[in-house]
């Protein structure tokens, strides 16, 4: 929690020092992403052991409360109050090549839905029951990988160059795609998985695979918004669109008739 405080904290703070005027409605998506991360580590977390709290856990740090951080635009922000040399560092690190690879949607989606199809596959699941900092680890994970994951997608940040819209939308339905075979393939198999288990409740697993895949319908469907808007904001004529002006939305101005 006290992590998770840091977050917020900082980013008004960042917020408040950006003197030509943060939007607010990106400190708002922040502050939502913030919000449901405490959630997510805090009521959440002190269930007993039961396999629908933890798959609420993902849905939340791995799909949900990345939506809202990756739309708060943490980098712009971070570079509209950085000193010159910070902004040129900063350029070089997204120019990176591991960078790069990282931020292409399939290499994204694979971290975020392979992760997951480890976890639930393998007896990762129950080692990470046994030992609690592998389990902080995994969450750790899906909180990066869902971060990275709509980034790549539909982040207003600078980014390494985004392929298209087809490949985005299509590495969004691949992973939706996956993430609903793997609920569906751990209510079907309940009883076996997650292997490793020593006292297994088929009627809860059940219960969280079904979670799962109605959850993460929602949370693919959010994505999948952002993931248009983006695209619109970029490709709508300037005329068309607002301006980003000093962080927040303003018209375009008209241009002066033709004599």
Not at 21 to 43: M, N, T
Request: hydrophobic share 50%.
């Amino acid at each position: 929690m006290a992590a998770v405080g840091l977050l917020a904290g900082g980013y008004l703070v960042a917020a408040a020092a950006d003197t030509r005027g943060w939007d607010h409605r990106r400190s708002a998506a922040w502050l939502a992403g913030c919000a449901v991360l405490a959630v997510a580590v805090g009521p959440l977390a002190q269930l007993p052991d039961d396999p629908r709290g933890h798959m609420a856990q993902h849905l939340l740090l791995g799909m949900v409360a990345p939506l809202g951080l990756v739309l708060g635009a943490p980098v712009t922000l971070l570079l509209r109050i950085s000193s010159t040399p910070t902004r040129r560092l900063i350029g070089r690190l997204l120019r990176a090549r591991p960078v790069h690879l990282l931020a292409h949607p399939v290499t994204a989606a694979l971290l975020s839905t392979g992760g997951l199809a480890l976890v639930l596959l393998t007896p990762l699941y129950a080692a990470a029951e046994r030992q609690p900092a592998l389990h902080n680890a995994l969450h750790l994970h899906y909180l990066a990988a869902g971060y990275l994951f709509a980034w790549a997608l539909a982040g207003p940040d600078p980014a390494p160059h985004r392929p298209g819209l087809a490949v985005r939308l299509g590495a969004l339905l691949g992973a939706a795609a996956v993430h609903a075979a793997l609920a569906k393939y751990l209510y079907a198999y309940a009883g076996t998985l997650p292997p490793g288990l020593t006292d297994p409740d088929p009627a809860a697993f059940r219960s969280a695979a079904q979670l799962m895949y109605y959850g993460g319908d929602v949370a693919e469907l959010l994505l999948a918004v952002a993931l248009f808007a983006t695209w619109y904001h970029r490709r709508a004529p300037r005329t068309l669109r607002p301006a980003v002006r000093g962080g927040t939305l303003r018209p375009e101005p008209t241009p002066p008739a033709q004599a």
